[in-house]
């Protein structure tokens, strides 16, 4: 088809309809250029020290694959609420989103067919990246048989504790090696310092409110609030022990104080470290680097060595924490995604500086033989932590998922402080859990069915 156009007859003379035509010919080149080489991947994300991160990071990506824009927004604390909106209502969501542990249940109920995540187990399994990652950190990822999120990390935990005081007190804790042995250790070393009949310095804080300390003990032991098929388990016989366990450091054996403030990371619970009152913690990877960013003033005064066993030779470690990315199923190209996945959560050099800067061990093995893991810290008296986190990391126990954790975890937060409070026994309040939460999927089963 042909088009006549006379310039005479032009309305607004022969010069404006030049400027038309130009200015047609000249959008058809720039739409047709962005078509062919403008690509945005939207990426949302909620930690700031990520943000931080990817600021840095997103530039090199673009300058390797050019005409690629790279939308990073980090809505903080909202942004699940934002996300899971998005993937209800089938419009808005990003394209690639960063997705908190305790949060991915939530985008995990109803039928399979509907979760907004796209399958990323095919692409990990044709391209050989099972092989090459830890797979015990893909289960809290993981659903129905289907992967929907890389690990961004691995979050081994170690007890870390004050060499100084625990020598004072006569243990050397480089001796330790199972829970028994460290309540041993632990009547010795804490203490009534003023003779008011109460103990002033503890051998252990541990949170009684949250599932968070309690958790981490269960899944030492490989168990968990669900098993593999995503069944409630919180009401086994080693939930039970584990939870007699976690209270009798606070009622029987007296060496647990609770957690000062909300959480390990309140000021107030680094106030009590500084002042001695605290003697250990257990601590995964990332709240190394919070401590030494809230009291820099202890530097040389913590040491850190790996989780006492249950039993001799037994696990040695835990996780808690953790983040995964993901691709949503509305993105347009999920092909430029899953490349740019790689590159933020597998690029070495990114690892490396992610370590440098919040000591997170990744996921990736072939990361773990560059030289930083084995350099001495010095906050920790010279000792090489990250090359103790990487010898544990093969041994972390796995984490099993399920769409009900969030209102699971609420429940057992409570079930946790009645017990230690002696309110309930620990089969009595663990029992009580396990029957809410499996009505509460009951009812939502019989609402969309079975997956």
């Known amino acids: 088809m042909r088009f006549q156009i006379d310039s005479d007859s032009f309305p607004l003379g022969k010069g404006p309809m030049v400027m038309l035509i130009l200015f047609i010919i000249t959008s058809v080149f720039i739409f047709s250029a962005t078509e062919e080489k403008d690509e945005s991947i939207e990426f949302w994300i909620f930690a700031n020290t990520h943000y931080e991160e990817y600021q840095a990071r997103v530039p090199i990506f673009e300058a390797l694959h050019p005409g690629v824009n790279i939308k990073l927004i980090n809505y903080g604390g909202s942004m699940h609420d934002k996300l899971l909106t998005a993937l209800l209502s089938d419009f808005g969501?990003?394209?690639?989103?960063?997705?908190?542990?305790?949060?991915?249940?939530?985008?995990?109920?109803?039928?399979?067919?509907?979760?907004?995540?796209?399958?990323?187990?095919?692409?990990?399994?044709?391209e050989g990246w099972m092989e090459k990652l830890v797979v015990s950190r893909f289960t809290p990822w993981s659903y129905g048989g289907k992967i929907y999120g890389l690990p961004h990390d691995l979050h081994p935990v170690v007890l870390l504790y004050?060499?100084?005081?625990?020598?004072?007190?006569?243990?050397?804790?480089?001796k330790i090696e199972t829970w028994n042995d460290f309540i041993i250790a632990g009547k010795q070393a804490t203490r009534d310092l003023d003779g008011d009949g109460e103990n002033d310095q503890y051998a252990i804080v541990l949170d009684r409110r949250t599932e968070s300390d309690y958790f981490n003990l269960l899944l030492q032991r490989g168990a968990g609030f669900f098993d593999?098929?995503?069944?409630?388990?919180?009401?086994?016989?080693?939930?039970?022990?584990?939870?007699?366990?976690?209270?009798?450091?606070?009622?029987?054996?007296?060496?647990?104080?609770?957690?000062?403030?909300?959480?390990?990371?309140?000021?107030?619970?680094?106030?009590?470290?500084?002042?001695?009152?605290?003697?250990?913690?257990?601590?995964?990877?990332?709240?190394?680097?919070?401590?030494?960013?809230?009291?820099?003033?202890?530097?040389?005064?913590?040491?850190?060595?790996?989780?006492?066993?249950?039993?001799?030779?037994?696990r040695r470690t835990t996780t808690r924490g953790g983040t995964m990315i993901g691709i949503t199923k509305q993105c347009q190209n999920p092909d430029l995604a899953w490349e740019f996945l790689k590159f933020a959560y597998f690029d070495k050099a990114g690892l490396i500086n992610r370590y440098e800067t919040t000591r997170i061990i990744p996921p990736l093995k072939a990361a773990w033989d560059d030289p930083i893991y084995g350099e001495p810290d010095a906050y920790l008296g010279g000792q090489s932590l990250g090359r103790l986190f990487i010898d544990l990391a093969p041994d972390l126990p796995p984490r099993y998922q399920n769409p009900y954790w969030s209102e699971a975890a609420d429940l057992?937060?409570?079930?946790?402080?009645?017990?230690?409070?002696?309110?309930?026994?620990?089969?009595?309040?663990?029992?009580?859990?396990?029957?809410?939460?499996?009505?509460?999927?009951?009812?939502?089963?019989?609402?969309?069915?079975?997956?």
Do not use: C
Request: hydrophobic content about 45%; aromatic content about 8%.
């Open 412 to 451: 057992l937060n409570d079930a946790i402080f009645n017990a230690v409070t002696e309110k309930q026994t620990p089969r009595h309040a663990l029992t009580e859990v396990a029957g809410k939460v499996r009505l509460i999927i009951s009812k939502d089963q019989e609402r969309w069915g079975h997956n």
């Open 162 to 174: 004050r060499d100084d005081l625990f020598k004072a007190a006569g243990v050397d804790m480089t």
């Open 228 to 314: 593999v098929e995503g069944n409630v388990v919180i009401d086994s016989d080693i939930a039970i022990d584990t939870l007699t366990f976690f209270t009798s450091l606070f009622n029987e054996h007296k060496i647990a104080t609770p957690v000062y403030g909300t959480w390990h990371g309140d000021p107030s619970n680094f106030a009590a470290m500084q002042d001695g009152r605290i003697l250990s913690i257990l601590a995964p990877d990332w709240y190394v680097g919070i401590l030494k960013s809230q009291v820099p003033q202890m530097a040389g005064k913590w040491k850190a060595v790996a989780m006492p066993a249950w039993e001799r030779g037994g």
């Open 93 to 126: 969501a990003p394209d690639i989103v960063e997705v908190e542990i305790t949060s991915i249940g939530r985008f995990l109920k109803g039928a399979i067919n509907e979760i907004g995540f796209v399958d990323l187990k095919p692409r990990l399994e044709s």
